[in-house]
């Protein structure tokens, strides 16, 4: 498995490019914008997309997403169905309206193979009401999207966002997963379960069961 880190977009935000190199097969996660750059890197590491995967709705994490399924192998976009209406149309600045009609359903405790390698849905609501983790268990890798960050984790004060069930994401996550997990976030800079639990203020009144 190899994992590539793009920075994209107005806001910065982290897309990942999951490879499994045994096939040459790869996943695109959370497109954010720049497709240039999502393509250019694509075609460096001489991969093949198979798929789309989205950790929620907002424009900052799927601004790509339309023009990379038209313009590249990927079959599908991959979004929870409590994100469908804000993903199926929206509307971005200096964009515009963006629409995509070709959207597949995942919901938690789904896996979708990338190759060999296989991403299991862990439905995360809190930052917005289908967001979503996605976990390589065989690798103990989590791509966490807004939902924890390196030292932080979502809002929750934006439309569909709640307090009450970000804390209970939080907490199965805490509860779920190895201490040894590596988080690959929405922004910012990867790190591990043990590290947040540890030193992240959100996180360090977890209790593990």
Known sequence: MRIVHLIVGLLQSNC????????????????????????HELNRQDVEP????????????????????????????????????????YVLPEIGEVQLPELTEYED?????????KLRVVHTPGHSPGSICL???EEKVLFTGDLIFAGGIGRTDLPGGSEGQMWASLRRIANEF??????????????????ELATNPWLAGLNRM
């Not at 989205?54 to 409590?82: E, W």
């Not at 190895?178 to 590290?195: N, R």
């Open 135 to 137: 976990s390589v268990d």
């Open 109 to 117: 405790g789904d896996e979708i193979a990338v190759g060999k390698l």
């Open 16 to 39: 990942y490019i999951l490879i499994d190199e045994l096939s040459g097969r790869a996943g695109v996660i959370d497109p954010g914008g720049d497709v240039e750059k999502i393509t």
């Open 50 to 89: 198979v798929a789309i995967f989205c950790t929620h709705g907002h424009p900052d994490h799927v601004a790509a997403a339309d023009t990379l399924l038209q313009c590249t192998s990927a079959s599908t976009v991959y979004i929870h169905p409590d994100e469908v209406a804000m993903l199926s149309h």
């Open 178 to 195: 190895p201490s040894d997990t590596v988080l690959y976030p929405g922004h910012g800079l990867q790190s591990t379960l043990a590290e």
